[in-house]
């Protein structure tokens, strides 16, 4: 089985979570025997090939003919507006009636309808400098793909389903949309609205949807009307990539660990007014505020003015290893995002043998046992669970203990059986409806 | 009479590291060494050697009427002794000429007039002990940091009785209307405070090079008539004060040696010294060649020389400054408790004015002279890593 992936990340070029479940659920689905062949966002026209599970580590660039890009590096697009020689309209239509398509007898499958397509060609020249690369992409997956041999696509999030329902128009090949995340959990709310509309097409016109979680899938038929048969659940698998953690005691009270980007999704003004509640208490603990992000300097304003000295601590970017190390030096992680689908962090923390405490509005919620769950909203019931865990330091240990052995369990391959199951019921049924 | 009173400002502080979160725990030095010693060394060549060279000179070349005034602080004969004790051996040279008042400052350059007076007095005691241990001399005349001032600070300098003398910045707010050539007196009528004319000294220190002030280029022969024509507000004989205050690194560092600033000083003096109804004096000097009882002055709210608000805001405008200042004393404090010899130094260094200077967000004109002088790309990162540091003594503390 051959499948077309359509991702925006892949590592080492991570921005968020998207890149990491990638390379996850490729690897493992490789060691199933699916041979891979992926599109990113790069400037070259090449394409990328996992055919055995080692090379999901470090997949191999090839080039249109299939030859091998070396030694070249790639470069991604760059964050800078671009104005397009011609509309993008324009280019959009030359390329697809210069593809030269032998079109598979299947029938059953259903077609893209010629509205959509038109609507995305319109919806693309919106063009802000995100959506410019999105068409730009577009094309260069469009010119690639009549090169490389495929039963079926993959697009993973927003960024390539304008790429998938081309492909499949053009190929009448099924298309399958993951959704990892929906564009109301980064906005938090109505977000914009072609990328609202690029979410709903893609849903609505692919053969079949995959979302990281219940909640994320909620929000799909809540929002996008999707019939919910038309979308199945696949949780996210974990690897673990070290085998031993060992925690570092680095400071005398109890570290709190708050892990992501400073944006609102992810919650950080919660952990900062749980913070100012906990050390309101006379609670002898240190606070950690982990990452970067646009809301930095507001926030650390915010807890300047608690004037609590050094008992909330801004890290800024953290590399990987970093992340690590942070992560081996807290004893509890708060997650309080206000709309996470999935949330690998919540995994990382239980690795590295850290009480989770997690918002509900999550898809790691779901599926792990040994957490705390907590409406994101519900800031003194966080406070109340940190003050007894720190002053019943046994509990604390068990529940870090009891995560660790959680999260060990966990693994990529089911996650990657479900999916290929879902393949396999596309190719011969033409849809995955439950 | 006009008399013309020079003070500069002589300081470099102790620069902190790059100290991240992870630092904590290790063994990473607090201060930046190669920085500190790199910033030193570079303003060693454009100011303290080629000033101290003219300076002495226009002494020499005075015969005694041309006459200075300095405050230096603690952290910079430390600096001067460890980076280029060539610096500290032309100080030397320069003050004994005779030409020289020192006055008297908080040794380590800090805003500890504001956030603990205990520790006020111990570093204005550490530094008078200084002044004396390394020059011989006592100073009668007192400037806090900055010129920060306010009626308080009058009552809580009658600690030291030797001191008469204060100087402090003729900000519009307390003078209302008033000139600033008229010394005046403390609330309490214990200090005699001599004026900061800020107009002119501001003319030198900042505008010299600016090429978009309408009175650019300035010249000696242009800055000496403003001066003459300063007498114009006097008609009963009463003798003015001109408090010329500014910051040593004015000369070749703020303004290059290349804006001609060194010549345009050694023209300055040279006409000044042709005038027979102007002469030069040490602040201390000024009790005794008053000739009227000066007025009394209220500064009920700090006042400075930062910024164009002349108030605290360079150091304590955000709650980032405000929460590192506050947690620094607490520190201190906790460490004279525990007697903890090994950490008070450290804590002391990290009382620098500085540090907060380098934590300021004001925008606008402002904004961009600190961000000139911070060695940090972020007043957010400057931030963080003073947290760092406090933190990696509160753990040290505890053992």
């Known amino acids: ?434 | 009479m006009l008399y013309i009173i020079f003070y500069f400002q002589v300081h470099q502080p102790f620069r902190v590291s790059k100290y991240s979160f992870f630092d904590i725990g290790s063994s990473k030095s607090y201060f930046d060494e190669e920085l500190n010693r790199y910033v030193f060394n570079k303003v060693a060549e454009k100011c303290y050697l080629p000033a101290n060279e003219m300076f002495k000179n226009l002494i020499l070349r005075g015969e005694g009427l041309f006459k200075i005034s300095y405050s230096i602080t603690g952290t910079f004969i430390e600096q001067a002794k460890l980076y280029r004790p060539e610096v500290y051996k032309s100080f030397l040279d320069l003050i004994q000429t005779g030409g020289v008042e020192l006055i008297a400052e908080t040794y380590y350059h800090s805003l500890a007039s504001i956030f603990d007076l205990e520790e006020f007095l111990e570093q204005v005691s550490e530094h008078l002990e200084l002044m004396k241990r390394e020059f011989g001399a006592e100073p009668s005349v007192f400037r806090n940091t900055e010129l920060i001032y306010f009626d308080k600070l009058s009552d809580v300098l009658m600690n030291f009785p030797q001191i008469k003398t204060v100087l402090i910045e003729g900000a519009d707010r307390i003078l209302m209307g008033d000139s600033p050539l008229y010394p005046r007196l403390s609330y309490n009528h214990a200090h005699l405070l001599l004026l900061k004319h800020y107009k002119l000294s501001d003319d030198i220190a900042f505008r010299f090079s600016d090429r978009s002030w309408k009175e650019y280029p300035l010249t000696a022969e242009k800055y000496v008539k403003w001066i003459k024509d300063l007498t114009l507000i006097e008609r009963e004989g009463k003798n003015l004060y001109l408090g010329l205050f500014m910051d040593y690194e004015t000369f070749g560092e703020h303004q290059w040696k290349e804006t001609g600033i060194f010549e345009f000083m050694e023209k300055t003096i040279e006409l000044l010294l042709k005038e027979r109804e102007i002469k030069f004096l040490f602040p201390s000097e000024v009790h005794h060649t008053l000739n009227y009882t000066p007025k009394g002055l209220s500064v009920p709210t700090p006042t400075s020389w930062a910024d164009t608000e002349r108030d605290l805001s360079a150091w304590l405008s955000n709650s980032l400054q405000w929460n590192a200042m506050k947690t620094v004393y607490e520190l201190l404090n906790k460490a004279k408790e525990k007697g903890r010899d090994d950490l008070i130094p450290l804590l002391k260094k990290l009382t620098t004015s500085d540090h907060f200077y380098y934590m300021c967000i004001k925008y606008f004109q402002d904004g961009d002279v600190h961000k000139y002088f911070s060695p940090y790309d972020l007043p957010e990162n400057a931030y963080k890593y003073y947290i760092n540091i406090l933190a990696d003594i509160e753990e040290k503390m505890e053992e």
């Open chain 1, 1 to 434: 089985m051959k499948v077309l992936m359509l991702t925006w990340e892949y590592p080492p070029f991570i921005v968020g979570g998207l890149g990491m479940a990638c390379y996850g659920l490729f690897k493992a689905l490789s060691s199933l025997g699916v041979k891979i062949k992926m599109l990113l966002p790069t400037r070259e026209e090449v394409f990328f090939e996992i055919n055995i599970p080692d090379e999901a580590d470090y997949p191999l660039a090839k080039k249109e003919n299939g030859e091998p890009l070396s030694p070249e590096p790639l470069s991604f697009f760059t964050y800078f507006y671009e104005i397009p020689q011609e509309s993008a309209y324009a280019e959009i239509k030359t390329i697809i009636e210069l593809a030269k398509v032998e079109l598979p007898q299947k029938t059953e499958l259903k077609e893209v309808p010629d509205e959509v397509i038109n609507r995305l060609k319109e919806i693309l020249t919106k063009g802000d400098s995100l959506l410019y690369k999105v068409s730009q992409y577009l094309q260069n997956v469009v010119k690639l793909s009549q090169k490389i041999s495929f039963d079926l696509i993959h697009a993973h999030d927003w960024l390539t389903y304008p790429a998938g329902l081309f492909l499949k128009k053009i190929y009448k090949k099924p298309l399958i949309a993951h959704l990892h995340a929906t564009e109301f959990d980064r906005a938090l709310g109505y977000g914009h609205p072609v990328i609202h509309e690029i979410e709903y097409l893609g849903l609505h016109y692919c053969d079949c949807a995959i979302a990281v979680s219940n909640y994320t899938k909620g929000i799909a038929v809540e929002h996008y009307h999707l019939p919910p048969e038309k979308i199945q659940v696949v949780h996210n698998g974990f690897t673990a990539k070290e085998k031993i953690v060992k925690k570092v005691k680095k400071f005398k009270e109890p570290v709190i660990l708050f892990l992501g980007r400073l944006t609102p999704q992810k919650g950080p003004t919660i952990f900062l007014d749980i913070a100012k509640k906990v050390l309101s208490y006379g609670v002898k603990a240190r606070f950690v505020i982990a990452g970067a992000g646009e809301m930095e300097r507001e926030l650390m304003l915010e807890a300047g003015s608690l004037g609590i000295g050094t008992h909330i601590m801004f890290t800024g970017f953290l590399t990987r290893e970093e992340v690590e190390r942070a992560l081996t030096l807290a004893d509890i992680v708060v997650m309080p995002s206000v709309s996470e689908p999935f949330g690998i962090v919540a995994l990382e923390a239980m690795y590295f043998e850290c009480a989770p405490i997690l918002s509900k509005q999550s898809g790691v919620s779901e599926v792990v046992e040994n957490a705390y769950k907590v409406d994101f909203w519900d800031i003194d019931k966080m406070v109340e669970i940190i003050v007894d865990l720190i002053n019943h330091p046994d509990k604390l240990k068990e529940l870090q203990k009891k995560a660790k052995a959680e999260v060990e369990k966990f693994t990529w391959d089911e996650p990657a059986k479900k999916v290929k199951a879902l393949y396999e019921r596309v190719l011969k049924e033409g849809s995955c409806y439950t």
